[in-house]
């Protein structure tokens, strides 16, 4: 990394609770993050409404270079769902 690592306390609500994992809405209106429940340190029940707090630091961009193989699979995986969603929609069609 480049630059220093400056380490920033967030906040956040949890509002999703699944068997693996929680969703959590940052608070100050910063976004929402779902995380697995592996990385939940608790000594309670996890329940929606209890407030979390984790220490963050800032993104850096490792390079201009794109992962090739990553976007391999993000295409197939996007014209997977696509052509689900098609599919989908072909089923309604034909049960209307």
């Known amino acids: 990394m480049k ?3 400056k380490i920033i306390r967030m906040e ?10 929680v969703g959590i ?4 209106r910063l976004g ?3 995380v697995p429940m592996r990385m939940l ?3 309670y029940p996890v ?13 850096e961009q490792m390079g201009p270079e794109i992962n090739e193989k990553y976007m391999s699979n993000l295409m197939t995986y996007q014209k997977r769902q696509e052509k689900m969603r098609a599919n989908n929609r072909d089923d309604e069609e034909v049960t209307q």
Do not use: P, R
């Not at 809405?25 to 100050?28: F, P, T, Y």
């Not at 329940?47 to 993104?59: A, H, I, L, P, T």
């Open 47 to 59: 329940k929606v409404g209890q407030e979390v707090v984790w220490n963050m630091s800032f993104v």
């Open 3 to 5: 630059y220093g690592d």
């Open 12 to 21: 956040g609500v949890i509002v999703e609770v699944h068997d693996g994992c």
């Open 41 to 43: 340190i608790t000594d």
């Open 32 to 34: 929402y993050l779902k």
């Open 25 to 28: 809405d940052l608070k100050g």
